[in-house]
């Protein structure tokens, strides 16, 4: 299979093997890669035409490509493969989201997806970054969680906010909806489904999401918040951990719950261990310390995994107190002559 495009890499410009070609002798290559992707590589004479060059030329720049490795004595192009990838082709991809669309009871093809009337509801704007380039047509409550057509589940964005969205709803990918009418219309089309999840869904997923529609499909989620867990407190340290660029992943938060199973009293919700991390911009999550010791393993352990002890609020605080005793000590006595 042949697709109308192929990759040229930077080493054209410095590959001795091109460079050391004249000029006229590239492009005859460069058209020689264009002619392979419509598949009009049919003997001699038909390349002479394409490339409008004598028969002399033609020879000479047949032998030529041949010496160079770039041919063989079919004008077959040698290594083909690296300048297109069978996996370039979105045949496997959009046959899998056909095929979904049918199994859900939709229409195979999403052709009618294109009307101009959606775009103009939405101003023709990205509803996540107000983008106008661009623009495709998204669905809110995403397809392979059970989502349909209905119009209020239809929103435009731009090709770069939906492909980051990628299968998830707004609030699982964190994604605002900026625009105020599409936000009200997926609220709506939220609730008239039989979903039960909140719209911080990724700090307090509930135990199962499950959504009914025609086929009653059941959507399960892979991270549980524990109800015994303080929701606020986690939610504070999920944010935290967002502002310092390391989010966490379902497998770390598992893991922190494990951690915070084993430091909580008997009874307790975990957030004053919650609190503390959030409140000193930690990684992790360690026992309530009342004392801190230069040598204690809990600020060694907290040092290693945070590369800090303190906040920046707390170092703030340090730095303002030393001001305050400086000019204490120090008080300024005016301008002198």
Not at 3 to 18: G, H, I, Q
Not at 111 to 140: F, Q, T, V, W
Not at 302 to 314: I, L
Request: aromatic content about 8%.
């Amino acid at each position: 299979m042949s697709y109308p495009w192929f990759r040229l890499y930077s080493e054209f410009a410095d590959d001795p093997k091109v460079q050391i070609m004249p000029e006229s002798m590239q492009r005859r290559l460069l058209m020689l890669f264009c002619l392979r992707c419509k598949e009009h590589l049919n003997g001699d004479a038909e390349i002479a035409w394409a490339l409008r060059i004598s028969d002399e030329e033609t020879k000479a720049t047949k032998a030529l490509f041949i010496q160079q490795g770039f041919i063989d004595s079919s004008w077959n192009i040698l290594h083909w493969e690296d300048r297109q990838f069978t996996s370039d082709s979105s045949s496997e991809r959009v046959k899998k989201y056909r095929d979904k669309r049918q199994s859900l009871g939709l229409n195979r093809g999403s052709g009618h997806l294109n009307d101009p009337a959606l775009y103009s509801r939405d101003c023709n704007r990205c509803i996540y970054c107000k983008s106008e380039i661009n623009l495709c047509i998204d669905h809110l409550y995403p397809i392979i969680l059970g989502g349909t057509d209905h119009p209020d589940n239809l929103a435009v964005a731009c090709k770069s906010c939906n492909s980051g969205k990628a299968g998830r709803t707004p609030e699982m990918a964190k994604m605002l909806i900026l625009y105020a009418p599409a936000k009200e219309r997926y609220e709506n089309y939220r609730k008239s489904l039989d979903v039960t999840v909140t719209d911080t869904e990724w700090l307090t997923v509930t135990p199962s999401v499950s959504v009914s529609i025609s086929d009653s499909v059941s959507v399960k989620k892979s991270f549980v918040l524990p109800p015994w867990i303080d929701s606020e407190a986690w939610a504070g340290f999920e944010e935290m951990r967002r502002k310092i660029r390391a989010p966490l992943t379902d497998r770390a938060r598992n893991g922190i719950i494990k951690e915070l199973q084993k430091l909580c009293p008997a009874g307790g919700n975990g957030a004053e261990i919650l609190d503390q991390s959030t409140q000193r911009g930690w990684r992790g999550i360690f026992a309530i310390s009342t004392t801190r010791t230069n040598g204690g393993n809990h600020a060694k352990q907290a040092g290693a995994d945070n590369q800090r002890e303190t906040s920046t609020a707390e170092s703030y605080a340090t730095w303002l107190s030393m001001s305050d005793e400086f000019q204490k000590t120090n008080p300024w006595q005016g301008p002198t002559e």
